[in-house]
C-alpha cells in the first residue's frame, strides 16, 4: 500500500514539474524613467526590470534548453510597452532573407513576441525583428494557425550586433493594441528563429506535434499595476480621384473629380465605428502592383482596415468551394502584358 502511494506522488510530482516547463509568468515593472530607444540597455531602469527565464528548445528537440538562449526584460509606463532583448549566437554571419518588411519569419534569423491581451487563445499581436532592425508585425488568428501579415501599425526598434550576440531595443504603443481597461494580466509568448544555427527556441516550452505558434502554450504577463483605457487614435484616410478624357472623333472633352474617405473611431476598449464617405473601390493606394503575363488570376491582400482587423471573423468565413460572402482577397483577372491593378 505504501508503495502504491509513493507512486501516485512521484506521478504528480512530475506532472507538476512538467506544468512548470510549458507555463511560466513574467513580470513588467511599471517605470517613469525616460527610455531612449538605440538599441543599447544603458538606462537604470533596465536593471530594476525582472530577466526572463531559460528558454526551451522546439526544435531539433523539445526537451532540452536552448543551446543558444535569448533573455529579455519589459518595461510600461502610461503610454508604451518596452522591451528589451539579447540573443547570443555562434560564430558566422546572420541569416537574413530579406530587408522588406512583415519578412518571412522561417527564413531569417529573428525575435519574435506575442501578445494575448484577451487571454482567450484565439488571437494575438505578433511584433518580430531580425538582428539588422527590419521589422515584422502580424495579427494572429484560429488559434495561432492564421496570420494576417498586412495588420500595421507604429512602434520602434533600434538594434547593435556583435561577434556573439544582438541586442533589440523595442517600444511599443499602447494605443495600438487593444485590451480590457484595468487589465493586470495578459498571455505572452517569445519565440526565436535561430535560422544560422538550425535551432527554434521559446520561452514557453512547445510540444513539436503542436504549431510552434500555437496560442495554446504562453506565458502569463503580469503588470505591475492595472492597465488604463486603450487610446486607439481617430484614423481619417481621404482620397481624391481626377479624371480627365477626351473623345478625339467627336472632340468631346470631359472631366470628373471625386473625393470621399475612410474614418475609424474608437468606441469602448474593443468596438470601432468605421465610416465611408463616398467610397472608391476601383483600387486601394497601398495595393501591390504586379505585371501578370499568365493566364492565371491573382490574389491580392484585403487592405482596408476594417477587413484587417476583424480578419480572424472575415478571413475563414465561409468555404472557397461553396460560397465566401466576406472575401478579404481581392481578385485581379488576366490582362495583355501590362501591369494591372485590382478590379
Known sequence: MIRFLNIIVLVLLSCTISAQDYFRTV????????IKIDGVLDEAAWETAESSPEFWQYFPSDSVLAEHQTSFRLLYNDHTLY????AEKADGDYVISSLRRDFRGTVSDNVVMMFDPF????TAYVFG???????RDVFVSDGGSSFNTTWDVKWQVETTT???HFILEIAIPLNSLKFREGETRWRFQCYRWNIQSSEQSALTRVPQNQLFSSLAFMSDLVFEKPLGKTRTPVSVIPYVNGLLQKDFETD????????????????GNAMNLDITVNPDFSNVEVDDIFTNLTRFEVFLPEKRQFFIDNSDLFGNFGSSRDASPFEVKHRIFHAEPSIVRRL
Open 27 to 34: 513580470n513588467v515593472k511599471y517605470t517613469t524613467d525616460q
Open 83 to 86: 522591451a528589451g532583448i539579447r
Open 162 to 164: 556583435f561577434d556573439d
Open 119 to 122: 487571454r482567450d487563445g484565439t
Open 129 to 135: 525583428v531580425t538582428p539588422y532592425g527590419v521589422q
Open 252 to 267: 468631346n472633352f470631359g472631366k470628373s473629380l471625386k473625393y470621399g474617405g475612410d474614418a475609424k473611431v474608437a468606441i
